[in-house]
């Protein structure tokens, strides 16, 4: 099984900054990656597929980044309403998530 | 509007079983594959399992911590998916989301609101 190391774990950070979250899969999954937004209570909000293309109607200050095996979720100019937590996915091979990234202010 | 919504949650006791539902509208079901995600409280997601489309031959697969325990099926003429889960353990108590494919690759951009199943005695 392709296992999906996410960090940090927590990540404190304000308004206005860039903040930068990191996946690495345990082998190569091309593009086979997505991510999410998740706040408390609520089902998961697609943000990101295919490792850098932005889902409809998600804020371009949302990027993603990567092939191979390390891949990244980078968040440009920070919101009030970003501050969640984030998840990354591999869908190349079964399914498999990270373990998370609270973003907190 | 594409609609998913779960049901079936509740309490039951270890070793029991419990169907989860997901209702599908606003799309041509068949026409798409199904996963099932699993989120205990307080922790991340976790991928439980998917079916394919019936011109897929309905195939499935499953995450190792439920293989053999749980059977996801299809129902396209009702257009529901269903999570059949037996020999339940206090580790499946979560709230169990599905969601659907976007075309052939198994993310989803449409998923529902969830629905808790706890496992207690």
């Known amino acids: 099984d392709i296992q999906m190391t996410q960090s940090p774990s927590t990540l404190s950070a304000s308004v206005g900054d860039r903040v930068t979250i990191t996946c690495r899969a345990s082998q190569s999954i091309n593009n086979g990656v997505a991510w999410y937004q998740q706040k408390p209570g609520k089902a998961p909000k697609l943000l990101i597929y295919?490792?850098?293309s932005l889902e409809s109607g998600v804020p371009s200050r949302f990027s993603g980044s990567g092939s191979g095996t390390e891949f990244t979720l980078t968040i440009s100019g920070l919101q009030p309403d970003d501050f969640a937590r984030y998840y990354c996915?591999?869908?190349?091979?079964?399914?498999?998530f990270g373990q998370g990234t609270r973003l907190e202010i | 509007e594409v609609q998913l919504v779960e049901s079936g949650g509740g309490l039951v006791q270890p070793g029991r079983s419990l169907r989860l539902s997901c209702s599908s509208s606003g799309f041509n079901f068949g026409d798409h594959a199904m996963n099932w995600v699993r989120q205990a409280p307080g922790k991340g997601l976790e991928w439980v399992g998917f079916?394919?489309?019936?011109?897929?031959?309905?195939?499935?697969s499953y995450a190792a911590s439920v293989r053999g325990r749980f059977t996801i099926s299809r129902d396209d003429s009702k257009g529901i998916a269903y999570l059949q889960m037996d020999s339940l353990k206090t580790e499946d108590t979560a709230v169990y989301f599905c969601?659907?494919?976007?075309?052939?690759?198994?993310?989803?951009?449409?998923w529902g609101q969830g629905t808790l199943a706890t496992v207690s005695s």
């Open positions: 079916i394919r489309t019936k011109a897929s031959g309905e195939t499935t």
């Open positions: 969601n659907r494919w976007t075309g052939g690759a198994s993310f989803g951009a449409y």
């Open positions: 295919g490792a850098s």
């Open positions: 996915q591999q869908y190349y091979s079964q399914n498999t």
